[in-house]
């Protein structure tokens, strides 16, 4: 599952991002949005376990920029997508850092996706109900 490991702290929080080489396919509207063998698992104390992937592994001609932004102190400044399907008063479907702080480094040019936003997740054609199960 993992190749490598990096961990870091920042305040009170331990992050640790594992290299996962699961295939992972999740899908909206049944359409396939992400479709990956390279994606990041990041675990920190209290948010759930969260899957970051390569952009390149993304059909960003679903997703729209969105005005939007809010402020990690361990990751940086996030920025939002949402789902053109969705329409302009769509929620937010997908974070990403654009310039990370020097210790989340390995998420840039990666996105997460709120976990219950998409419709299945399947991991090594396994389907996933629950984010907490993912690490």
Known sequence: MTKKS??????????????????????????????THTSL???????????????ADINMELLESID??????????ASYYRFKADGAAAKPLVWYYKA??????????????????MDEWLVDRQKIDNQASIA
């Open 100 to 117: 990370p702080f020097e210790p989340a480094k390995m998420i840039k040019d990666h996105l997460a996706f709120y976990f219950e936003a």
């Open 68 to 77: 939007l932004s809010t402020h990690c102190p361990r990751k940086g400044d």
């Open 41 to 55: 698992l990041l675990l920190e104390r209290g948010p759930p376990p969260t899957w970051y992937f390569p952009t």
């Open 6 to 35: 990096y961990d870091f702290t920042t305040g009170d929080k331990d992050v640790v991002v594992f290299e996962n080489d699961q295939h992972i396919i999740g899908k909206r509207g049944g359409v396939v949005v992400v479709d």
